[in-house]
């Protein structure tokens, strides 16, 4: 199969099939013949849309026609199993939602096509969207295509592997705690949680807590990061989250009128951290520093005040079992272990749950006060690289902790709602990717965008992909 069509980016096949130099249905069919060859080692696909062939047919008629087109036309993209897909399988990774179809697409969903995209399939995820590792009983556990062996992440594990593998250019997943940012770092693609509400997120389940949930792009690349979000954010008159224009920016753009200031840091209440890690994290502060970004090592008092990890559990375990409890009642046989530890664990009272909330707007005025002297923050996106499967401890520099401290460095950032961005700059000394984080003051995407495109032209693992 033609590997410069299953790894090019959507950008890119996005202006060869505009300028005809390639035809829609070709690099559908080169998309569909990868699937054909890896998933069965991957796992990362669980539905592939109906007649994605024709929908190229008529893209290419279109093209010929003179028809105008959308910056999109004609280029496949996945989505993961939470987000509603018309017609297509929307099944949430659970045996209770098997078989359903639903008559409308997502907000995103219906964007991506508007600006000329083809869902091409849907992609694993565990089940609900609620654990950091893709595994359900419907549809079994996804890969990591760098290692078989080791996980590539959840939530949106199925899409960060198709991605990664040459299945997908492009794709949607939605991020409560760690769930675009997390998969994209274990499998050496970028993803986007940019701020609360700029991409609404009408028809994509769990909305449970509400103030948490993002919906966001993954990719191989930052330029497909920066084109989805533009066709993705903007009001939608349903998402009461979504209410800021899509034209507002409160970042610097891309030609700053003066140096770049970036804060740096791999310790101030992240809990113990790799050392390949920090060292990567260091790596790209001083790529950055040769560009003329002015950086600087920094710490947060208030990540060690207040644990994030802590108010995060204490906050959304009050908010989602009500939730999940109907959704699951009289279906008790058919819940994955995850859910089932979740409903059987102790109820948050109401003192904490207020005092969980006190602590996260203490978090939102420490960054509001750190971007005032700073416009971006890089830190690690995990503690560790794609670990083995179904591990429930880790041991970091010596130090014990358990799975859950692998959201220790993206929770603040949907705690908060600020806009954060991973993508790969570095290797583990056993082959798996080491990516960074990027995070920016509220509704400046373009900030951390110009950030890691600078740091993407300087990437020592650019152009990497996995052997399958």
Known sequence: MPTDLIYSDASELAELIRDRKVSSVEVVQAHLDRIEDTDPKVNAIVTLADGVLEAAKTADEALAAGVEVGPLHGVPFTVKDSFDTAGVLTQRGSPIFEGRIPDADATSVARMKHAGAILLAKTNLPEFSYSTESDNLLTGRTNNPWNLDRTPGGSSGGESAAIAAGMSPLGLGSDLAISVRGPAAHTGIVALKATHGRIPMTGVWPRVPRRDWHAGPMARTIRDLALAYSVL?????????????????????????????????????????????????????????????????????????????????????????????????????????????????????????????????????????????????????????????????????????????????????????????????????????????????????STILHIASLLESLSPVRNEHPTL
């Open 233 to 445: 954010s903007g009001p939608d008159g349903a998402d009461g989250f979504a209410t800021v224009p899509r034209e507002f920016d409160a970042g610097l753009g891309a030609s700053p009128d003066r140096p770049v200031r970036l804060g740096w840091l791999t310790d101030s209440g992240l809990g113990p951290i790799d050392s390949e890690v920090a060292a990567t994290v260091q790596k790209a502060a001083e790529a950055l520093q040769s560009t003329g970004v002015l950086t600087e090592a920094v710490n947060i008092p208030a990540l060690e005040r207040d644990n994030p990890l802590d108010l995060f559990y204490r906050q959304h375990v009050m908010e989602v079992k009500p939730s999940f409890r109907d959704v699951t009642a009289g279906h008790e046989d058919q819940m994955a272990t995850v859910s089932q530890r979740m409903l059987a664990g102790p109820d948050t009272s109401v003192r904490d749950y207020v005092l969980a909330e006190q602590g996260i707007e203490r978090l939102r005025d420490a960054f509001a006060e750190y971007f005032q002297q700073y416009d971006a923050l890089l830190l690690p996106v995990l503690p560790i690289p794609a670990h083995e499967h179904g591990l429930t401890r880790f041991t970091i520099n010596g130090q014990t902790v358990n799975a859950a401290h692998i959201q220790t460095a993206t929770i603040p950032f949907n705690l908060t709602g600020l806009p954060a961005l991973s993508m790969r700059f570095g290797t583990s000394s056993d082959g798996m990717p080491i990516g960074v984080q990027l995070a920016a003051n509220w509704h400046a995407e």
